[in-house]
């Protein structure tokens, strides 16, 4: 049976209202999704009853609030599958989950040289900090090309791979165009030249199934707020064996296990990569949104929206002048295009009018916009919440736009 759409939208308070006298049509899933009542329960209640600080509290609240805190470590360590929840650690998101990587990793493991592969299709903060890296230390930043569907080609990839490459960093599902990498090959290939390997997971985490041990890889970061949970936290997966080789990220309590002026041990996993009063609030709440998630399953939520997917392109297809960007064989449901001879940002705004929010712009991907030739795109992105008659309202809009146009 498939998922009761009216049901689930009942639970998503911000879908209930209007934009500029008409109902909202929420496609800018990719940037942040919507958050469920239960989300905005948990955070509320704990401000209300469980504020506390966490950790070595010798009260009831710093109890409550730490069990809270360390359940939702739990709750993510199964939803990735990792061996252990202290292979999770608690980010600001995606983007502090790399830069603690290339932070840390840079300190210890990469010498003048050495070599760090990413894609054409990744988001700049997993381009910038690897730059930062090559720059800091003389390493080479390597990019795997792709076609002009949008995929990488993979025999370039293995052509990139020697004993100098340190670490493959790969988005799993593209944001600015929906292509899904094939990360296991990506994975198996960089490990038999003893490279590690990090993958972006801001995607595919809150589309695909994610299975941390059976992908093999090192690292895995994503962000809460792609998958229905706060803003501004995220979780950075790592093997122990990785981990535990790497020097901290920032100083400060929580990370130590002792500190004298002369030195400082510090503490185990996942807390040597915490410092400080973490986002306690945020983080409890998150697990709320994992429970939505796992009370829809993963399997029903990516058959919802692969059929958004294919109905928007069959829809939208049909309208002159229609040019789909990415065209890759697996995708997650993202669709990119432009209206032939029309300004992105001038085909948002049209849509905007009738209370349609999609994203236009290069996506934070400029590299990737440039190798298709392309100043950005509209980005109609669809989440578990989204309908059939949501898309038509698209459809509709974009083929008034397209006819003002074609006069
Ligand atoms: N990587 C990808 C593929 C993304 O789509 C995003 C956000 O759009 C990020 C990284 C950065 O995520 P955050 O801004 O939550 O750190």
């Known amino acids: 049976m498939g998922l009761d759409i009216e049901k689930i939208r009942g639970l998503f308070p911000v879908l209930h209202q209007e934009v500029h006298g008409k109902p909202l049509v929420y496609f800018d899933n990719a940037a942040t999704t919507q958050k469920p009542q239960a989300v905005l329960d948990a955070l509320t209640n704990y401000y209300q009853h469980d504020n506390s600080n966490i950790h070595r509290g010798a009260h009831a609240l710093a109890d409550r609030a730490t069990r809270y805190f360390e359940e939702t470590r739990e709750a993510i360590q199964h939803f990735i599958n990792a061996r252990e929840a202290a292979e999770v650690i608690f980010t600001k998101g995606t983007t502090e989950g790399i830069n603690l990587v290339a932070s840390t990793f840079r300190r210890k493991f990469v010498e003048k040289g050495d070599e760090i592969i990413i894609s054409t299709l990744e988001h700049h903060s997993n381009i910038v900090p ?23 080609l993979f025999e370039e990839f293995e052509k990139l791979l020697s004993p100098k490459t340190k670490l493959v960093s790969i988005v799993h599902a593209s944001n600015a165009l929906g292509t899904i990498n094939p990360v296991k090959q990506v994975i198996d290939a960089a490990h038999a030249v003893g490279a590690k390997v990090l993958l972006d997971g801001a995607q595919s985490s809150s589309h695909l199934n994610i299975d941390v041990q059976e992908l093999d890889c090192d690292f895995f970061a994503f962000s809460a707020h792609k998958l229905y949970g706060p803003t501004g936290l995220g979780c950075l997966y790592g093997k122990r064996e990785v981990f535990e080789t790497m020097p901290p990220y920032q100083g400060g309590g929580e990370m130590i296990k002792e500190v004298t002026f002369e030195k400082t041990t510090y503490n185990e996993i996942p807390f040597k990569f915490e410092a400080g009063t973490p986002n306690i609030g945020d983080v409890i709440a998150f697990k709320a949104a994992i429970d939505f998630i796992n009370e829809l399953g993963k399997d029903a939520i990516r058959a919802h929206e692969d059929e958004l997917l294919s109905y928007a392109n069959e829809q939208l297809s049909q309208i002159k002048g229609f040019l789909p960007v990415g065209t890759a064989k697996e995708k997650v449901s993202v669709l990119s295009f432009n209206i032939n001879a029309m300004h992105p940002y001038d085909v948002g705004m049209m849509l905007d009018a009738n209370g349609i929010a999609v994203r236009t712009g290069h996506h934070c991907t400029q590299p ?32 008034r736009i397209a006819r003002i146009k074609n006069k």
């Open 368 to 399: 990737l916009m440039k190798r298709l030739g392309l100043e950005g795109t509209v980005r109609a992105s669809f989440s578990v919440y989204n309908s059939k008659s949501e898309i038509d309202k698209l459809a509709e809009g974009l083929s």
């Open 130 to 152: 690897w730059q930062m890296l090559c720059e800091e230390k003389g390493a080479i930043l390597k990019v795997i090309p792709i076609n002009e569907a949008g995929e990488i």
